[in-house]
Every structure is written in structure tokens, then in C-alpha cells.
């Protein structure tokens, strides 16, 4: 039995799949509860890369929480793109029981969080629930702009943190200078830092003892009524939601009725357990401790993360401040390819979205695409992660249309009065540009850290996209360079073009800061004189006519010739702004074919003719369905 | 649709599967072998045509086509007994053509009487180009001055010698294929193949342009270009183009080909040969075991016929559109329709005339010119799906 939700998915697999039905083995072994000294709460901040999970995976295998026979690799990313990526998604647990070199027992609870900005949110709300942080550092690479972003949510939490270099058995690998950069970039003391190799398992020792000796135990009381975070919750199949919780006071008991004070909803909780990885079911968790319940709920929607769980009656009177729901910033559409498939799409965007309160979606009619979902993301890798997922999981190929950010659209009003605010998810529903009095767009600022060498290449870059310089600053060789930028410029292809740019040296985090106005204008793309709404954009009007060239070249050469010229246009209302011409097919036909090519050849014209059926036909024209992608990639 | 295949007459294709050398373009089921024992292939060829004729009695055979490999490595004896075999088990049509295709070699040259005796009448020889560098580059073992003496050998023997020739080669200008396809025509008697180099996979060609090594290949356009000055310069010459890759004087198109384009039946006998017979009502697609010596001794034990596929009406009248539309005087749209149940929509066929594809003459439907230049593309928005 894997991790929760590695187990999870298995279950979901084993019911999609209709195969022989498991009931899940869950362990049930009788822990008591720990005392407030004997606790340690801590997350791992790093950049990707720097070696967190197999740092995890080591504190794991070193106290023997998990047997190494079945230890496998990253074993708190459970999900197949986590560990094809390399990636942490969703924030992970696991309770670890140590006995450190004064002889006395602790327990550990080590919230594993993602490291990617798109989850920034579930970053911050997983470091409410622990006391302090383990700063792990590549000390081959340095810091890094995620390293720099996750160190700053531990801050806000008032976090101890522990500096951590690892990698110490690569030859690259240099202490001084990166705990120096430490210093000198995050302000904290590294003179302790720790050295460490999670591959050799160097330093580990020193790193769990470092966890009992400098992070603080938690504080809480026993005697008081039921105070206990939501952390977190996701769907199972079999049990219904299961809550992650963290406990401030009192004690939460398998078989009590509880309150979700947000809501007032009453719950009967049924299970409580930890995770070490896999589940173990327990009578009760104390003050301090990180474990969670279950409680016949159905949907993660009825679970508010931040919220506070009390008793039912005489609960506690102040509720934990609440945190803010995470906000969808990028939008775009998922069509089906094969549009008989649309229910599919619906089931499996459901069911997605169980799990996942961050995602948020709507149907959606386009004239070109049919139907499909209006679908709002946390950021691109988001993006990618659940498209992959709906084609990987439920084997539906999908046609994704051009990420795009809200702009908030002002409408002329009458008579000295404003008019409407609208807020335009989709291009396509941009409204008649005399109507509009003046449209803002959301901004980021933008933090890239990267080796001098390649500051000249970022720079350019960051002013292509209609970026303002804000900050430019030195460590080392590295440069930190803050950018405030449209959200717009780099939703689409900003991080492809950074990280080509720059080799795969710089990194890049961003936060949203606002919005602001600018000369934006909505540009329709006309493809055989037919408006292809699934290819119209926001852009800015002095942009305009450079991504309107860009955008038909790339189309010219995306899509197929036929057996007519084709033109391709781009326009601001009904002003042509770029033109390519598709010139017609000319050559298409096989020069033997005789009695003995007849079968092989019917059989390849079929194939072709199915194969036309995957892409989108506009008037007379078939658009290969990578084109709504591909089209909108620049190349500077 | 019991005798919809009398549109198209009946013929029998016997395959050879042996060449003295494989050449690097070729995807036809060809090897080399040094020694092949003639009466084994004799024997087989007798049993395989005693197999079919008692499944098509009757019937009159219009055409044999000995193709190949290289037929005219058989010897004179070997064709004269296949022939007198098909036409002791059907009735020999009056104008009965009987095509072998040839190496133009020296050593061939000498074998044309023999295969005139047997009852040749008509050679389609493999000169592929008229210049001795492409001909090497083309992995043939023959130099054009041997060629010409062997076609002048076969035009001595023949009243109709066709031949072939390869363009759209590596490093070859329109310019260039103008001035050899001239040259190509003063020699020609009735009747040319004019074939578009293609890059097949599975050999060696294929192989090379796969790691990009085969270059010099015309672009696209310059190949289009290439094969409308063929259809203009050939008309000129009085050889107009009846199907996409093949000229003839007027009266002397391939009776055997035509047999395929207009979806007749035909016995194919030989490793890897292909037939399509009309038995009890039902239209069956026929194949052979590709190997040589395996369909040898498939043929001793029981049969050469390695799969039988019965084909639905649906997909005879894909074929006979597929294969139909290839020849400039197109298809009868109500054969078609007999077939398919159905007629072609109406807006699939207004929207091909509307962009000069193809020409509607009352049951008539004929590609143009253009619409033959990219025909593969017509056919797939004609297919029933």
C-alpha cells in the first residue's frame, strides 16, 4: 500500500476500470497521544530540483517509517506527473517517530509542499499548520527565485528555520559561497547550516536531531474545547473526504460530533487517523499533533480549507483567521477533439474537480471548437497538469485554446455616470470596442534570479513583454532582477522562452500585485475569410501587428495546404492588420497504382480521411487542433 | 452486384519475383536469387491457375500481365506454358493482350522471339531514365545505349512496345525532364509509363531519406511543375495521358491496366500478387504468401492464397472510385451509386466542381487536370465513409 493519494488514485483506477473490487487495507494500530514537548511540525522549503523529496524520502527511510523494501523514489509525490516531472502538487504528510541521541521519543509531522508559484496558495496554507521550516539548498546552484518565494511564506508564518545544503557529494558543490548567499539574499543565519547528500544519506542524522534541538515544540492546551485547523481535504472513494487537520487545544476523538464553524455544519467524524505514509487509524489526536478524520462528508466543497473545527456544543468561542480561497488567474478553453466525447469531458472535469476547489469551469459554445469548458487555473503548470490528467486518466484528447488572464472590462456609462464593470474571462465575448470606455489587465511582479551572463538576453526579454524594471540587484554572479509585467505577456510561453533564453539557468516566480489600464484591443483572426473565434486575443495595440504577422506565419504553416489558396488574416474590428496567403496544394497523388496497390492504398486514404476528422473544419478549411496552441507560440 | 465486374473485364497478372539486382526505389515483391529451378515455378503457376479457373469457369479472359521482379528473367518455355494453361482453362478473348514487362539488357533482348512464339504481344520495358548517371543513381544495371538496343530489338519483334521512365529525380530541373521526355518521345512507338519518383518506406531509398541523406530531391512545386509539363508535352506528342502516370496513342492504352482502373476482376497468381474475384454473387480480395519459397511450397500443399477478404458493397465502391477517378475518362456515377447504395452528396461534389477538381458530364465524373495532380486529396473527400 502506497501514500493516501497514490492510494486514492488507485482506487479511483480500480473503479473506473471495473476491476475486481478491493475493499482498501487500512492498518489500525492503537497510538497514544504525545505530548506538546515531544512534537516537532515542519515543512521543507526549496526550489525544484534542490533535492526535497529525496531529502523527505531519507528522513522517511532513516527512522524507519517506511520498511526499505518498499521504499520507492519520491515517495510523497504520488501522482504519475509529480514523478515525471519531478514535481510536488499537492501538499503531502507523513508522521515520523524519532528517537533522538537524548534517548527520548518525539514524533515529526512533515508537511511536503509544492514548490511551483502556481501553488504558492497551498504553500502558504500548509506552513499555518507546522512551526518551523527546513531551508533545503542546492549547494551546487544556490538560491533560487522559488527558494526565495517559499523562504518568505515561512517567514510570514513566524517559522524557525533550519538551513539545509544539500548535494555536498557533487563535485560543484560549494558551502561557503551559498550560505553566504543565503545570508546575504534571505537575511537569516547560516552559520549552522547543516551539509548534507540525501543521495549518500550524509548529514541526515544531524538534520532529524537539528529538527528536535532548534524548532520549537508546539503550544496548545488539552483542557479546552476542540480548536483544530483544516489544512487540507481531498476525495476517496471509499471514505468519503478526508480532512487534514492540525490541532490547536483539546482533543479530537473517533465517534465525536463536531462543528465546522464556517459553515455551522455538524459532523459525526468516523475516523481518525495519521499518515506514515499510509494511513494508520487512532482513537484520538492532542494539541499539536497533524493528523485527520473523516466524517461521511461527500464533497471537498463542503470543507473550507482554513476553517476551524470545534465540538458541537461548547465549542470554542474564537475561530482561527480564516484564509482567503485560492483565485483561478488563468483561463482557457478545453474542447473535446472528438466532440461525441463532450459528456466524458464533463465526467471527468467533475470528478477533477472533487479534489481540486482551486479549479473552477464552465461550459462553453464556440462556433469553431463546439462545446467544452470556459476552465480557470492557478497558472500554466496548473494548466498543464490537470489537461494532462483529463487526457492521460480519462483518455479524452483535448483541443486547449489560448491561455488568457480577466481583464476587467469598463463599459461607457450615461450621463456622467460610470458604466458596467465586466469582467471578460474569454476573448470571444470581448464587447463592441465603441461601447468600452477603458479595460485594465491584471500585473505581476516578477522576480528571475540568473547568472549575469544572461541578464542582457532576460532583460530583453522582460522589455518585449511591456515590462517595467523595478529592481536590479547583485549576489555573486547571480543577478535578481524584479520585473513588474502585464500577466498576459507570460501566461502563454514567457517561462519557455525564459528558460531557452537563459540555458535553464534563471529562475522565475511572480505574484499578482493588481490591476491597471492599458491600450488593449481585441484581435480576431480570419482564416479563408471565416472568423476562428478559438483564435482571437487580448492584445496590446502597439503589439498588435507583430503577433497579428506572427500568428498568421505560424498558421500558414500549421495548417495543411488544400486544394484552394488560403488567407489568413488578423484583424482589429474590421481592420486587417496581417495577411499570409497559404498557397493551394498542388502535388497530392500517387503515381503507381495497380491491381496489386488497391487494398493498401484504400486503406491509407481512409486512415487520411479519418485522420481529417481530427481537426476542425472552418468553412472549407481543416485546422489540425495543435494549431490553437502552436499559432499563439512567439518566437522572441 | 453480381457481374458489376464485366464493367471492367477479367485478366490474370502472374508475379515474378526474381531481379538480378533490387533497386533501390522499388517496393514490389522482388529478390535475387541465383538459381531458380523454371519447372518448379512451371508446376506451381499450373496448379495455382487450375485452382482459380474452377472457381471462375466460363469466362472470357480479355488480358494476361506477366509483371515482376523481372519477367523477363523467365524463360521463354516457362511463359509459353502459363499462357497455353489460361487459355485451355477459359475462353482466350479474340484481342486477347498479353504483356510481359522487361529488363532492357542484352541478355533479355535475346529471349523477346522466344516470348513472341509463346504469345507476348505487347513489352513494357523498364528504361526508367535516359542518362547513364541517374541510371546508376537509380540502381539500374543497364546504361542507355544497351537500353536502346534492346528497345529497337523489342520493336523489331512487337507491334507495342511501352517503356518507363522515372522523374522528379535527385538533382533533376524541369529544364532537364522537358528535354529527356522529348527525347523519350522520338523514340516511343504507342505507349508510355511516366512515373513520379516516390520515396517509399522499406527501401533503401526510404531508408536513406529517412536519415536525410537522399538529396536533391525537386521541392513540391517544382514536381507539380514537372508533371503538367508532362501531361502538356505528351499531348502535344498525340500520347495524351489516360490515367495519371500513363500515355498512349488513342486505341493504345493497357488493356490489362485498364482492367484494374475500371474495377474489373482479376486472378493474381505468384508470391505476394493481389486479385479481385466476383464468386456466388460476392466480390473477394485475394492475396499471396509474399515469400518465394514458402508460396512454393504453400502451392505443393494446398494453396498460394495466404488471405481471402470478402468486400462489402461499401468498399467496392470506394475502390472503384479510388481506382476509377485515376483514368482521365473518369466513372459512371450510377455504377457507383449501384454499389454504394447511395450517391456521392451533393455538396461534397458541388464543392470539388466550384474549385476545378473534377467535371460533371450527365453520369460522368471525371477529375481535371488539377484535380489529378492531387487526386489522392479529391478521393479522400469522395470516400463513403
Not at chain 2, 239 to 245: D, F, G, R, V
Amino acid at each position: 500500500m502506497l501514500w493516501h493519494r497514490n492510494f486514492v488514485e488507485l482506487i479511483e483506477l480500480i473503479l473506473e476500470s471495473r476491476a475486481h473490487l478491493t475493499k482498501p487495507r487500512i492498518q489500525i494500530i492503537r497510538l497514544t497521544m504525545t505530548d506538546l514537548a515531544h512534537i516537532r511540525n515542519f515543512s521543507i522549503v526549496a526550489h525544484i530540483d534542490h533535492g526535497k523529496s529525496t531529502l523527505a524520502d531519507r528522513l522517511i527511510q532513516e527512522t524507519g517509517t517506511v520498511k526499505d523494501r518498499d521504499m520507492k523514489e519520491q515517495l510523497l509525490d504520488s501522482m504519475d506527473i509529480e514523478r515525471e516531472r519531478g514535481i510536488t502538487i499537492k501538499a503531502n504528510t507523513v508522521r515520523i517517530d524519532y528517537t533522538a541521541d537524548n534517548g527520548e521519543a518525539y514524533v515529526l509531522n512533515l508537511i511536503d509542499t509544492p514548490g511551483h508559484v502556481d501553488f504558492a496558495y497551498e504553500v502558504s496554507r500548509s506552513m499555518r499548520a507546522v512551526e518551523g521550516s527546513l531551508l533545503v539548498v542546492d549547494s551546487s546552484q544556490g538560491v533560487e527565485a522559488q527558494t526565495l518565494a517559499n523562504v518568505y511564506h515561512a517567514l510570514d508564518a513566524d517559522h524557525e528555520i533550519v538551513p539545509v545544503l544539500n548535494k555536498i557529494d557533487l563535485p560543484a558543490s560549494d558551502c561557503d559561497r551559498v550560505a553566504e548567499q543565503i545570508e546575504d539574499v534571505i537575511g537569516i543565519d547560516a552559520s549552522e547550516a547543516i551539509q548534507v547528500s540525501a543521495k549518500t544519506g550524509q548529514g541526515i542524522h544531524e538534520t532529524l536531531e537539528s529538527i528536535v534541538t532548534h524548532l520549537p515544540a508546539p503550544q496548545g492546551t488539552l483542557d479546552a474545547p476542540l480548536k483544530a485547523m483544516l489544512v487540507d481535504s481531498w476525495y476517496d472513494a471509499y471514505l468519503g473526504v478526508i480532512v487534514l487537520v492540525r490541532i490547536i487545544d483539546g482533543t479530537l476523538k473517533k465517534g465525536m460530533r463536531v462543528k465546522f464553524m464556517s459553515n455551522n455544519t455538524l459532523h459525526h467524524v468516523d475516523r481518525v487517523g495519521v499518515f506514515r505514509p499510509e494511513m494508520e487509524m487512532i482513537d484520538s489526536l492532542g494539541p499539536g499533533e497533524i493528523g485527520f478524520l473523516t466524517a461521511s462528508i461527500k464533497q471537498v466543497r463542503d470543507t473550507r480549507v482554513g476553517d476551524t473545527i470545534t465540538n458541537d456544543r461548547n465549542g470554542t468561542e474564537v475561530a482561527l483567521d480564516g484564509f482567503k480561497p485560492a483565485q483561478p488567474v488563468v483561463f482557457c478553453g478545453l474542447f473535446p477533439v472528438d466532440s461525441s466525447e463532450f459528456e466524458d469531458l464533463r465526467e471527468a472535469i467533475d470528478k477533477l474537480a472533487l479534489n481540486d476547489a482551486s479549479f473552477s469551469f464552465e461550459m462553453e459554445t464556440s462556433a469553431a471548437l463546439g462545446f467544452g469548458f470556459r476552465c480557470g487555473f492557478l497558472g500554466l503548470l496548473h494548466l498543464e497538469v490537470i489537461r494532462d490528467r483529463i487526457e492521460r486518466e480519462y483518455d479524452i484528447e483535448l483541443i486547449t485554446t489560448a491561455p488568457s488572464v480577466i481583464y476587467h472590462v469598463f463599459m461607457k456609462g450615461k450621463d456622467g455616470e460610470p458604466g458596467e464593470k465586466i469582467d471578460l474571462h474569454n476573448p470571444a465575448d470581448m464587447p463592441d470596442m465603441s461601447k468600452v470606455d477603458h479595460i485594465q489587465e491584471p500585473r505581476i511582479k516578477a522576480t528571475i534570479l540568473v547568472p549575469d551572463e544572461y541578464l542582457g538576453d532576460v532583460l530583453k526579454l522582460c522589455q518585449d513583454r511591456r515590462g517595467i524594471q523595478e529592481n536590479l540587484t547583485y549576489a555573486g554572479t547571480r543577478a535578481m532582477v524584479v520585473y513588474d509585467l502585464p500577466l498576459n505577456e507570460v501566461v502563454f510561453d514567457f517561462y519557455d522562452r525564459l528558460k531557452s533564453v537563459t540555458k535553464g539557468y534563471a529562475s522565475f516566480d511572480y505574484q499578482m500585485t493588481g490591476y491597471r489600464e492599458d491600450n488593449l484591443v481585441k484581435m480576431s483572426v480570419l482564416v479563408n475569410d471565416e472568423p476562428v473565434d478559438a483564435l482571437s486575443m487580448m492584445v496590446h495595440r502597439d503589439r498588435a501587428e507583430m503577433r497579428g504577422r506572427a500568428m498568421c506565419e505560424k498558421l500558414k504553416d500549421l495548417i495543411p495546404r488544400h486544394m484552394f489558396k488560403i488567407p489568413i488574416q488578423a484583424a482589429i474590428g474590421g481592420k486587417v492588420i496581417a495577411r499570409e496567403t497559404l498557397s493551394a496544394l498542388r502535388k497530392d497523388v500517387t503515381a503507381k497504382c495497380y491491381g496489386g496497390d488497391a487494398t493498401r492504398k484504400k486503406k491509407l486514404l481512409e486512415k487520411q480521411k479519418a485522420g481529417k476528422k481530427k481537426m476542425r473544419q472552418f468553412g472549407k478549411v481543416d485546422i489540425p487542433q495543435e494549431a490553437f496552441i502552436s499559432a499563439l507560440k512567439m518566437d522572441s | 452486384m453480381a457481374d458489376d465486374w464485366q464493367n471492367g473485364g477479367f485478366g490474370l497478372y502472374v508475379h515474378w519475383p526474381f531481379c538480378e539486382a533490387k533497386c533501390p526505389y522499388c517496393d514490389f515483391n522482388s529478390h535475387v536469387s541465383r538459381q531458380i529451378d523454371q519447372s518448379a515455378w512451371v508446376d506451381a503457376y499450373l496448379l495455382e491457375l487450375e485452382r482459380y479457373a474452377a472457381q471462375t469457369p466460363g469466362r472470357v479472359l480479355n488480358t494476361i500481365f506477366f509483371g515482376g521482379g523481372t519477367p523477363s528473367l523467365m524463360s521463354p518455355d516457362t511463359v509459353d506454358a502459363v499462357i497455353q494453361a489460361a487459355r485451355g482453362h477459359w475462353h482466350a478473348a479474340n484481342d486477347m493482350e498479353i504483356t510481359l514487362e522487361a529488363n532492357p539488357g542484352s541478355v533479355e533482348a535475346g529471349r523477346f522471339a522466344g516470348y513472341r512464339d509463346a504469345g507476348v504481344n505487347r513489352i513494357s520495358m523498364g528504361i526508367q531514365a535516359l542518362n547513364d548517371e541517374d541510371l546508376k543513381r537509380l540502381g539500374r544495371i543497364h546504361t542507355v545505349a544497351e537500353a536502346q538496343k534492346a528497345f529497337d530489338v523489342a520493336r523489331n519483334c512487337f507491334d507495342r512496345v511501352s517503356f518507363d521512365l522515372i522523374y522528379a529525380r535527385q538533382h533533376q530541373t524541369l529544364l532537364d525532364w522537358q528535354a529527356e521526355l522529348k527525347q523519350a518521345l522520338s523514340m516511343a512507338i504507342d505507349h508510355l509509363s511516366l512515373y513520379q519518383l516516390t520515396i517509399e518506406q522499406g527501401t533503401a531509398f526510404g531508408d536513406r531519406y529517412a536519415v536525410g541523406k537522399l538529396r536533391g530531391l525537386p521541392v513540391d512545386d517544382t514536381a507539380a511543375d514537372m508533371y503538367m509539363a508532362t501531361q502538356e508535352i505528351c499531348e502535344d506528342a498525340g500520347l495524351p495521358a489516360y490515367e495519371i502516370s500513363n500515355h498512349a496513342k488513342p486505341g493504345s492504352e493497357s488493356q490489362h491496366n485498364q482492367v484494374y482502373w475500371r474495377y474489373g476482376d482479376y486472378v493474381g497468381i505468384g508470391p505476394g500478387a493481389h486479385g479481385r474475384l466476383t464468386i456466388n454473387e460476392s466480390k473477394f480480395a485475394t492475396e499471396s504468401f509474399l515469400n518465394p519459397n514458402n508460396w512454393l511450397t504453400q502451392v505443393s500443399e494446398n494453396t498460394g492464397e495466404s488471405v481471402r477478404t470478402q468486400l462489402q458493397t461499401q468498399d467496392q465502391a470506394n475502390e472503384y472510385l479510388m481506382m476509377g477517378l485515376r483514368l482521365t475518362q473518369g466513372i459512371d456515377m450510377e455504377r457507383f451509386q449501384a454499389l454504394s447504395s447511395a450517391p456521392i452528396p451533393h455538396d461534397r461534389l458541388d464543392y470539388l466542381v466550384d474549385i476545378g477538381m473534377v467535371e460533371q458530364d450527365g453520369s460522368t465524373l471525371k477529375a481535371t487536370k488539377n484535380g489529378r495532380a492531387v487526386l489522392n486529396a479529391v478521393i479522400r473527400e469522395l470516400l463513403v465513409d
